[in-house]
């Protein structure tokens, strides 16, 4: 088992290192660039803006529920459902998504290239594919992933207001004064670097074991499930990580 993590972890860097051995066309960079963009961008925003709302209202719900006492303001629900969305939910339970929906896909294309041999005919071209193929996923991700992020943030205080109100636990005034007090900046920087992480994480792990795919259509499937489950693994333990480091 330790043999064979040390064997990963070797190979997974060097991919890395081979995305920056040989300089290519930037064009042909850009233009893969911006399509990856709007494959994990725009692709997934449908998911995140539906998961973003309801998880906003069910942590609005649920903390109401908790703090029954009359002493605690109403006003306090709101604050903790602010920090719980901005510090765990938006990144955490977005990225974890985000690892079905994104890393599945970029496994399975990388896979079928592999077992299509389209990544041979590309390498006799002379076209370095590591570069060509796995650099743009990566440095889209590390710019649409945080997007998500922050949009995931809006949207689920804005689904916490909305369930506020229309269950009647609290009103748009007490929600909104809530949200305003006590608010550390430091948070968002916090939310943000979890983002980054978490979307390196994803296009890096699902690219390698894509590439790496070995065999036929079932292979790639049982890589498309490995790199899901091990990019989540990862979110969950750099979350400790950073949440211990960080905060």
Same mark, same amino acid.
């Given at each position: 088992m330790e043999f064979k993590f040390f064997y990963?972890?070797?190979n997974f860097l060097l991919m890395l290192k081979g995305m920056f051995s040989r300089p290519e066309n930037m064009k042909m960079y850009w233009k893969q660039f911006m399509q990856q963009c709007v494959d994990i961008g725009v692709g997934s925003f449908g998911i995140v803006f539906i998961i973003s709302l309801f998880m906003g209202g069910v942590t609005t719900l649920q903390t109401a529920y908790q703090l029954v006492s009359p002493i605690i303001p109403k006003s306090t629900i709101a604050q903790v459902v602010r920090d719980t969305i901005i510090l765990e939910f938006a990144p955490t339970l977005t990225c974890i998504v &985000? $690892? /079905? !929906? !994104?890393? %599945? =896909? *970029? $496994? %399975?294309? &990388? /896979?079928? @290239?592999? *077992? %299509?041999e389209q990544i041979d005919a590309l390498e006799i071209m002379g076209i370095n594919t590591k570069g060509y193929l796995i650099a743009p996923k990566i440095m889209a991700a590390l710019l649409m992933i945080p997007v998500l992020v922050a949009i995931a943030g809006? &949207? /689920?205080i804005y689904g916490g207001k909305a369930a506020g109100e229309l269950s009647g636990v609290l009103s748009g005034e007490q929600f909104m004064q809530g949200l305003r007090q006590e608010f550390k900046a430091y948070n968002v920087f916090f $939310? @943000? $670097? =979890?983002s980054y992480t978490f979307g390196f994480i994803i296009a890096s792990v699902s690219a390698y074991y894509g590439y790496n795919v070995s065999g036929g259509a079932l292979e790639i499937g049982k890589a498309s499930t490995t790199s899901v489950v091990v990019s989540c693994v990862l979110i969950l333990f750099m979350d400790y990580a950073l949440t211990a480091i960080l905060l």
């Open positions: 990963h972890f070797g &985000l $690892a /079905g !929906v !994104v890393g %599945s =896909k *970029i $496994a %399975s294309e &990388l /896979g079928n @290239m592999r *077992i %299509s809006f &949207l /689920g $939310a @943000m $670097a =979890k």
